[in-house]
């Protein structure tokens, strides 16, 4: 069998990558599109491919031999975008755990280490396999060594082979150099001679062959002012030539075989994908990982028989357990308590027939430590069990202590604090298909030993807390909100079905109505979800150019569609079609299935987000797609549990923004809030030195992308793409905005002077983000941390502000003895339900509770409106 050797060009599929898929984000706060795009990449060459050896080579800096030569070479380049700069450590993990080699080599590029190897890999007879973004390296195609290039987008390349260059170009690969050396290379800051385009290259190519040999006989050439100007440039293409050319005697210090390849570490590969929570890639990596082996030490338990009262004492340590995440829906599978005279299990249906039970569960004077709160006390109560005298949530403690670290299960905090005498979720239970609940002896014995786990580490738990200054946060913040989030959930929300059938047929008729203006446009029937039969449609009988290719055909991607957007009317129905049908499919369709007796009860994630905030799922309400006239329509559907009630939303104006002021203390933001001014129109006077009327929307759109901006971290690049201007026109905006708020700017300096000697930053309620980056000496890692360092006390003060308004409002519609419902929570917006009557009592009390739910330099300020469903509280 022969030896296959593939080398691939980090640096520029990494670029690729980069630029071909949308700035991703995982829940870190880390960009993750370049790393998913090279994995995509490293899938499918694994797959196709099946190497024997590969290496990735990258480059090692700035400056190489060629600068030497040329000083600009390279010149033009613009700045890498910090976005992609902080991806390359983890393009690195990625390598690592595929168990592939990667090099640099100082003055060097990566063309030459692939340059170096490739022949190396030709002399040992190896079938060599080049990729690439960059179309330099076609100069290294031969009988034994293929050059892929990425054409647009990250998997789709063109392959180039000795055939396939003299069918496109006319020439061979040798002369690549040449064709460079004439044309020159606007990426690469190659001169070559002016005027000469590749048309013309390959024509005087065809003629002379070689650079030399055409330079040696100028006075052949036809034309005289191409004559002149390669008698002029004559120089300059030499030097082209010789900038263009890859070294393949590079002094590289890894031999073909430091490159086997000895597989992808499976358990690595599974760890990393989790951490960048490429969760969709999990399933690819083909056999589970086998079970961890665990030998457990005896414990010793009591298997309830009858519930009698004296099993619990003062304070009790319960576990419920569930195996489905949504708790909504699940049965609880087995109880089990831990306290001072021992440990027990209680079967579910002991429980729920036991009256001791329930006046235990509902006394709130009985302590009760338990892991995960708002799920106990919901799966429970659905049980008809309102479970109460909680005093201890070990999962929120464990949120607060590292917000950074996945919670999995009970094993996994308790592994962070010394107790390893338990098996995880997954390795007991099973994954995916094979998931099961095992006899009840065994699971029985397995409740117990988390529950043994939590009243082991509950104390070092509560120790961490104090220590960092977070028993005020903890107790008077997240512990009373997961008894609040859990009345939201289980209170849910109304969805009026019919109306949301009604929206379905309507969206459904109007699609209809697309397809068949698709049709006539087309000028015959077929399946416009294929992309298969709209690839012919398009390329074959519309013959629109083709943009890019993929193994089954033409590629009718989003990217590729809007492309073509002007060169056919049937382009933009096309997209309006596939973004309706996704409408269709995903809400309408998708919210109906988790309607159960008229209401949706979707579940807010307390202890997840790095920032505090609240994430929804099963389904997500926050993420309903309002810009689209008929997303904002979906709101519509829910409506009031009860007759005469109406939906009444509340939402803080510009919260990250008066946060902002208040931290920095920036005296010109500050005054512009306290006298209540349009803060982006504030914004575009200072940046562009203007008067009030003078400012123009469009300045006012820049202002405002700048403001929120600053609060997300934004860099020059990230603004350049939000504002479609160059990145030199952003980087003077932020600029100027630093200039003109200049606490803003002093903000920013000391927070991240602060993060490198704490390690951490906090919010204004002590929320904690644990930064170990920040003090890298990998400079992509620490620009990333001194980012974060920036924007997080910012999103995650606002983030405590409305989870303290969520409380304060909870306390008060029960003081004031009113019927009002909190039923949602949307990022800076509180949604209630709540009988006519009580509206003129709402305007009051939920500006007023939710403005004074902290103390700030400036005045916080709600919006309200209501209406009869969620759409018309606008």
Not at 176 to 189: E, F, H, R, V, Y
């Amino acid at each position: 069998m022969t030896n296959k050797l593939v080398l691939i060009d980090g640096n520029s599929i990494a670029y690729r990558a980069f630029f071909a898929l949308p700035l991703l984000n995982n829940d870190k706060g880390i960009h993750t599109n370049a790393v998913y795009g090279f994995t995509m990449m490293l899938m499918k060459i694994v797959e196709e491919e099946k190497p024997s050896h590969i290496l990735v080579a990258f480059d090692a800096g700035k400056t190489t031999f060629r600068h030497s030569t040329f000083t600009e070479y390279k010149g033009g380049r613009q700045k890498t975008p910090p976005e992609l700069s902080e991806q390359f450590p983890y393009i690195r993990e990625l390598l690592n755990a595929y168990g592939i080699k990667y090099y640099e080599l100082e003055n060097y590029e990566a063309d030459d280490i692939i340059g170096t190897l490739s022949l190396e890999g030709e002399k040992e007879k190896f079938e060599v396999v080049v990729i690439s973004g960059d179309k330099d390296l076609t100069q290294l195609s031969s009988d034994k060594t293929t050059v892929y290039i990425t054409k647009k987008g990250i998997t789709d390349m063109e392959v180039y082979t000795p055939e396939h260059i003299q069918e496109k170009y006319g020439l061979v690969p040798e002369q690549i150099i040449d064709m460079k050396g004439l044309m020159g290379d606007a990426s690469d800051n190659i001169p070559g001679v002016p005027g000469v385009g590749e048309k013309t290259a390959i024509k005087l190519l065809k003629e002379f062959q070689s650079l030399e040999n055409l330079l040696q006989s100028i006075d052949k050439v036809s034309g005289k002012k191409l004559k002149e100007k390669l008698e002029e440039f004559k120089d300059q293409a030499i030097m082209s030539k010789e900038l263009a050319t890859i070294t393949r005697e590079a002094p590289v210090m890894m031999g073909l075989n430091e490159v086997a390849y000895p597989g992808m570490q499976g358990e690595k590969l599974k760890e990393f994908f989790k951490e960048l929570g490429f969760n969709s890639l999990l399933g690819k990596l083909g056999e589970d990982t086998p079970k961890e082996e665990l030998v457990l030490e005896e414990v010793n338990f009591k298997h309830i028989e009858e519930i009698t009262a004296d099993i619990f004492t003062e304070e009790n340590i319960l576990y419920v357990e569930i195996l489905d995440d949504n708790y909504h829906y699940s049965p609880i599978i087995g109880i089990s308590l831990v306290n001072e005279t021992g440990a027990y299990y209680l079967p579910i249906e002991l429980v729920l027939q036991s009256n001791v039970f329930k006046e235990w569960a509902e006394n709130e004077q009985s302590k009760k430590i338990v892991y995960d709160a708002k799920r106990s006390e919901v799966s429970l109560r659905h049980k008809g069990i309102h479970l109460r005298g909680i005093t201890f949530d070990v999962l929120i403690a464990a949120y607060l202590a590292d917000p950074s670290v996945t919670i999995e299960d009970v094993a996994s905090v308790a592994k962070k604090y010394g107790y390893t005498n338990l098996q995880s979720d997954e390795a007991f239970y099973g994954k995916g298909a094979k998931r099961k609940i095992p006899e009840e002896k065994l699971m029985s014995e397995h409740l117990v030993r988390k529950t043994m786990a939590l009243k082991n580490i509950q104390e070092k738990m509560e120790e961490e807390l104090k220590a960092n200054g977070q028993e005020e946060l903890f107790y008077d913040l997240e512990m009373p909100l997961s008894l609040v989030l859990a009345d939201m959930e289980f209170t849910g929300v109304k969805v009026d079905l019919e109306r949301l059938q009604k929206m379905g047929a309507e969206i459904k008729k109007r699609l209809q109505e697309m397809e068949s203006r698709i049709y006539d446009l087309a000028g015959e029937t077929f399946n416009i979800n294929s992309p298969k039969q709209l690839g012919v449609i398009l390329f074959e009988k519309l013959g629109l150019p083709v943009i890019k290719k993929t193994k089954t055909g033409y590629s009718t991607s989003a990217d590729v569609l809007e492309q073509l957007a002007s060169s056919h009317e049937v382009i933009g129905e096309i997209l309006n079609y596939r973004q309706l049908g996704k409408l269709q499919s995903t809400y309408i369709e998708g919210l109906q299935k988790v309607v159960h007796e008229s209401k949706i009860h979707t579940r807010f994630n307390q202890a997840l987000t790095q920032t505090g905030r609240l994430s929804s799922t099963d389904p997500n309400l926050q993420n309903i797609p309002i810009r689209l006239e008929e997303g904002r329509k979906i709101r519509q559907a829910f409506v009031p549990s009860e007759k005469n009630w109406v939906i009444f939303a509340a939402d803080y104006s510009q919260i990250e923004l008066r946060v902002l002021a208040h931290i920095a203390n920036d005296e010109k933001l500050i005054e512009a809030f306290k006298e209540d001014h349009d803060i982006h129109t504030e914004t575009a006077m200072a940046v562009f030195h203007v008067e009030a009327d003078e400012v123009t929307s469009n300045m006012r759109r820049h202002a405002k992308a700048v403001n929120f901006g600053i609060v997300y971290g934004i860099s020059d690049y990230g603004l350049s793409q939000s504002l479609h201007i160059t990145r030199k026109e952003a980087a003077k905006f932020i600029e100027r905005y630093l200039e003109s708020y200049p606490g803003v700017q002093q903000y920013m300096e000391e927070v991240v002077v602060q993060a490198k000697q704490q390690g951490h930053v906090s919010t204004l309620l002590h929320r904690r983000r644990y930064l170990p980056e920040i003090t890298s000496r990998n400079f992509n890692l620490r620009s990333f941390a001194e980012r974060t360092a920036m924007n997080t006390p910012i999103q995650g003060s606002a983030a405590d502000i409305i989870k303290k308004a969520m409380i304060d409002m909870a306390k008060r519609l029960e003081a004031e003895g009113l019927k009002s419902r909190l039923l949602l929570q949307v990022h800076d917006e509180l949604i209630f339900e709540a009988p006519k009557e009580e509206i003129e009592k709402l305007k009051e009390i939920v500006p007023d509770v939710m403005e004074h739910a902290v103390s700030l330099n400036v005045p916080l300020k709600v919006d309200y409106a209501y209406g009869d469903t969620w759409f018309d509280a606008k």
